[in-house]
């Protein structure tokens, strides 16, 4: 592979990237805004609280071996903890360098670092 080819791979990789991160943050910032939107009880702190909760919840998870997003949000339902509480979660183990994300035919797969 000569290097116009590699940076031609390397712009379209990055691209796929940022719109998938993109994609990301408008998810959450829809999560977040159902979170905080007029009528809900629970204030940032709770918010927290909840999240990290969570994160505990799917570190132990984890500690047992990988899972797919879908088994992840199953697990958490089953301990009281809904879709956007989950998703959270996982965000708040990744900021912290906890986890590792990764595809496997077409499938995201998390494991402990």
């Given at each position: 592979?000569?290097?116009?080819?590699?940076?031609?791979k390397i712009?379209k990789?990055?691209?796929?990237?940022?719109?998938?991160?993109?994609?990301?943050?408008?998810a959450?910032n829809r999560?977040i805004?159902?979170?905080?939107?007029?009528?809900?009880?629970?204030?940032?702190?709770?918010?927290?609280?909840?999240?990290?909760?969570?994160?505990?919840?799917?570190?132990?998870?984890?500690?047992?071996?990988?899972?797919?997003?879908?088994?992840?949000?199953?697990?958490?339902?089953?301990?009281?903890?809904?879709?956007?509480?989950a998703?959270?979660?996982?965000?708040w183990?990744?900021?912290?360098?906890?986890?590792h994300?990764?595809?496997?035919?077409?499938?995201?797969?998390?494991?402990?670092?």
């Amino acid at each position: 592979m000569d290097m116009e080819d590699l940076n031609s791979k390397i712009g379209k990789t990055s691209r796929a990237l940022y719109q998938k991160l993109e994609e990301g943050e408008s998810a959450l910032n829809r999560i977040i805004s159902e979170k905080f939107s007029e009528g809900s009880s629970m204030d940032t702190e709770d918010l927290n609280l909840k999240i990290g909760e969570a994160a505990g919840v799917l570190y132990r998870r984890l500690e047992k071996g990988e899972c797919t997003l879908s088994q992840i949000k199953n697990y958490l339902a089953e301990n009281g903890f809904d879709a956007s509480i989950a998703i959270m979660a996982i965000g708040w183990l990744a900021r912290e360098d906890k986890i590792h994300a990764y595809k496997a035919s077409n499938i995201w797969l998390l494991k402990l670092n």
